[in-house]
């Protein structure tokens, strides 16, 4: 059963009816509750977008809990502006706060309990990303015990980056063994995201398959 807290999150009612349209297939209730999400938990996410995940988050952290929003200075250069302080115009959040920075330097201010990389692995590839140095970095900004939680488009076996470019997919196992190779524990892997009907030959962003795209979301662990 899914956590009050996390539930009345997604219910909140200082959402964009935007968002609320990709709950069904995103299921972030089933998600945030896979990562044990607590109300007084310092977490971060890297590469926000325009803040779907994070908000809800924010919304959940009631006894102190706080988000941090990143976005890369070429994101908010191509948004021309941060879309986390634009979002924050018309739907305010005290413990929503936008930072801005690389991906493998993202000026997380504090230690964190967690940090989610959403739907974004595979773009730290399409930027030509550090990727080895950016999972170092939340590495050394999680706490000890600390969750990394990354949820991306699944790509066919064998395929490790092949994909990124050009339909911005990514294979889970090559995921997996960078991350552990930063000193992650891959602790568990939610699999209710994924959609058999996916050939995963598909570019994510065609219409028929647009938000509907088999996704892994693994959780991991720093020791």
Not at 51 to 58: N, T
Not at 110 to 122: C, E
Not at 130 to 150: E, P, V
């Amino acid at each position: 059963m899914i956590a009050d807290h996390i539930l009345s999150a997604v219910t909140h009612q200082n959402r964009p009816d935007s968002d609320r349209e990709r709950d069904v297939n995103r299921k972030p209730g089933e998600v945030l509750d896979f990562f044990n999400i607590k109300t007084t938990d310092k977490i971060g996410e890297i590469n926000s977008g325009r803040g779907y995940l994070s908000s809800i988050i924010a919304h959940a952290l009631k006894d102190g809990g706080i988000v941090y929003a990143h976005t890369s200075p070429k994101s908010v250069e191509r948004w021309k502006g941060n879309p986390i302080e634009k979002r924050l115009g018309e739907f305010p959040q005290d413990n929503l706060i936008p930072v801005v920075g690389e991906m493998e330097s993202p000026n997380f201010p504090d230690k964190l309990d967690k940090i989610f990389n959403v739907m974004t692995y595979h773009y730290s590839v399409w930027t030509k990303a550090d990727r080895s140095a950016m999972n170092r970095s939340i590495f050394d900004t999680l706490i000890t015990g600390g969750i990394y939680g990354i949820l991306d488009h699944h790509a066919k076996s064998g395929h490790g980056i092949n994909d990124c470019h050009s339909i911005h997919r990514i294979e889970k196992n090559f995921v997996i063994k960078e991350v552990e190779a930063s000193g992650f524990i891959l602790e568990d892997e939610l699999t209710s995201l994924e959609n058999h009907d996916d050939s995963l030959t598909s570019m994510v962003f065609e219409k028929e398959i647009r938000d509907r795209t088999s996704r892994f979301v693994l959780k991991f662990r720093k020791p």
